[in-house]
């Protein structure tokens, strides 16, 4: 293992590469453009999710996100993505419980299993296509009638009257509290040695001869932090991060925007999917209703259209849940390559500069995996995985002689 490790970016990402290298006995330092995360803010599993902190965080995808785990499964799997997806499905219950073990931290891991929706030929159909593949996958879904769900989930009754709506059940799907899981790996990190400095700027990243170094901006004074090895996980940020990397036009961010109602009590027991939007309830009777997808460059922030279009969802879905009091909103910026496959390994021509970016809607579940893959990768070992369809190279513009 190269013993100094930087990690740019303190995401899910960052904080679980920078984790999953502290048990490897690596002395790591993660720098990150906004302040790291308190963790004693979400400490409890009682406490509810921050507007205020999630709006603090400048490029924050991670914080905003609802972490829900889809099904998954690694021994079945072969599209590099699903075994990426199926090898972090399979960590995470062990993970969460070392995190509260070492931390005390609850990240509200759950197997509430998800319900899948739909009600129009179209969305019908797709979710067919869905359910074909998870059953070459062996992943278990289960077609279930309205009246079942409608016994299952009472809320949904109104919508389950539909006479054109359908409806299946997975239930190995899970999810987790995002704040709490952050809030955990970040108190571990720091709970093994690794220093975490917010707030701070990074100017460039380099190696010359044998340094390697990561040049920061931190309260006004720039200064040098020289590595083994650089691990770059800056999400949409990440071409920005330096020249070096060449990936400025690598990454498109995606906006995405989430509500959180506070209904009291948990009256919702599994996550709802309907496309690509969701209601996922917490134990504490709070409920995320998500999502869009907008281009609209680095822009963070609601906006009331697609608020609106996000209370619709929930009348035509839930209309109980519409009268439930809205705690706060926020959004979230999700980092998109123009493949859809993450970016994971080496630089192609350094030899201590790696980059892991580029999850999309996925950063959550496949956090894990990537920082297993990560730190195989730079101790010289063989991941559990081929991680060469995430090469970083493709992802980087080609420059042409003219």
């Known amino acids: 293992m190269k013993e100094k490790v930087i990690v740019v970016g303190a995401g899910a990402i960052g904080l679980s590469i920078a984790y999953e290298l502290c048990q490897r006995g690596a002395q790591v330092t993660v720098v990150d453009r906004d302040q790291v995360f308190d963790s004693r803010a979400s400490s409890t599993s009682s406490s509810t999710y921050s507007g205020s902190a999630v709006a603090t965080r400048r490029s924050a995808s ?47 891991l759950e197997r509430c299993g998800g319900w899948y929706l739909a009600d129009t030929p179209g969305e019908i159909a797709a979710m067919m296509g869905m359910v074909n593949y998870w059953q070459e996958l062996a ?23 539909s006479a054109k709506a359908k409806a299946w059940w997975v239930p190995d799907e899970y999810q987790i509290r995002t704040p709490s899981l952050l809030a955990a790996l970040t108190a571990a990190c720091q709970a093994n040695g690794a220093e975490l400095i917010g707030g701070a700027n990074v100017i460039d990243v380099d190696e010359t001869g044998a340094s390697t170094h990561v040049t920061i901006d931190h309260t006004g004074k720039r200064s040098k932090l020289i590595a083994d090895a650089i691990v770059v996980c800056g999400g949409s940020w990440t071409g920005s991060v330096a020249a070096r990397l060449k990936l400025s036009h690598s990454l498109i961010p995606i906006r995405g925007q989430i509500l959180l109602l506070d209904m009291g009590h948990r009256q919702l027991s599994g996550v709802i999917n309907f496309g690509n939007r969701y209601l ?30 996000l209370r619709e969802f929930i009348r035509n879905v839930c209309p109980e849940l519409a009268r439930a009091t ?47 893959c990560i730190a195989d990768t730079i101790e010289g070992a063989t991941p559990p995985l081929s991680i060469q369809p995430f090469a970083v190279g493709k992802q980087q513009q080609q420059t042409t002689a003219c």
Not at 139 to 161: G, H, M, Q, R, V
Not at 293 to 301: A, D, I, W
């Open 62 to 108: 991670s914080w905003a996100a609802s972490g829900i785990l889809p099904p998954a499964n690694f021994d079945s799997a072969t599209d590099p993505i699903d075994q990426l997806r199926g090898y972090s499905h399979r960590l995470f219950p062990r993970w969460a419980d070392q995190l509260r073990q070492t931390t005390g931290i609850d990240c509200q």
């Open 139 to 161: 992943i278990e879904c289960e077609a279930k009638s309205l009246a079942e769900l409608a016994t299952k989930e009472p809320l949904l009754s109104p919508w389950a009257s």
């Open 280 to 309: 996922v309830p917490r134990q504490n009777g709070s409920v995320l209703v998500g999502s869009c997808e907008e281009e609209v460059g680095h822009q963070h922030g609601t906006t009331p259209s697609i608020l609106a279009d």
């Open 326 to 372: 809205q705690i706060t909103a926020w959004s979230g910026l999700r980092p998109m390559t123009f493949d859809g496959f993450p970016m994971i390994g080496k630089l192609p021509d350094s030899d201590a500069i790696y980059v892991a970016s580029g999850h999309y809607r996925s950063g959550i579940h496949l956090a894990p995996a990537t920082a297993v």
